[in-house]
């Protein structure tokens, strides 16, 4: 069993960054693929970003490729999210999850944080 807790959402403005963490509990969390979701109120929760277990592998949705980047710290049981060029449609809850694989579907994902607000105003 893993247990995820993300970190580092908070109020920027529209240009700005911000470097979300999902810190992870459970000693198999090298073996799986991280994803990142967010959910804007109202909406569906969507894919964002995923990386495969070694961080050999990287998928971005189409709206955020060249401004945002995942990657993984396996020594440190940490996945992060850098994010850059902020936009306002980028506020939304992000949450992390794992899976087998790096999908890009919600519902191929087992274990869930409980996400971090991120905001950006104009």
């Known amino acids: 069993q893993v247990q995820l807790v993300e970190s580092g959402g908070g109020l920027v403005q529209a240009g700005g960054s911000l470097r979300l963490s999902c810190a992870a509990s459970?000693?198999?969390?090298?073996?799986?693929?991280v994803g990142w979701f967010r959910q804007a109120p109202g909406k569906e929760r969507d894919f964002v970003a995923a990386i495969t277990w070694s961080g050999g592998i990287t998928y971005y949705a189409d709206s955020v490729k060249g401004r945002f980047t995942i990657s993984r710290d396996n020594a440190k049981n940490t996945v992060y999210l850098q994010m850059n060029s902020l936009k306002p449609e980028d506020t939304a809850v992000y949450y992390c999850?794992?899976?087998?694989?790096?999908?890009?579907?919600?519902?191929?994902?087992?274990?869930w944080g409980q996400g971090t607000q991120v905001t950006v105003s104009s």
């Open positions: 459970g000693r198999t969390f090298s073996s799986y693929a």
């Open positions: 999850a794992t899976a087998q694989m790096p999908y890009s579907k919600r519902t191929m994902y087992d274990y």
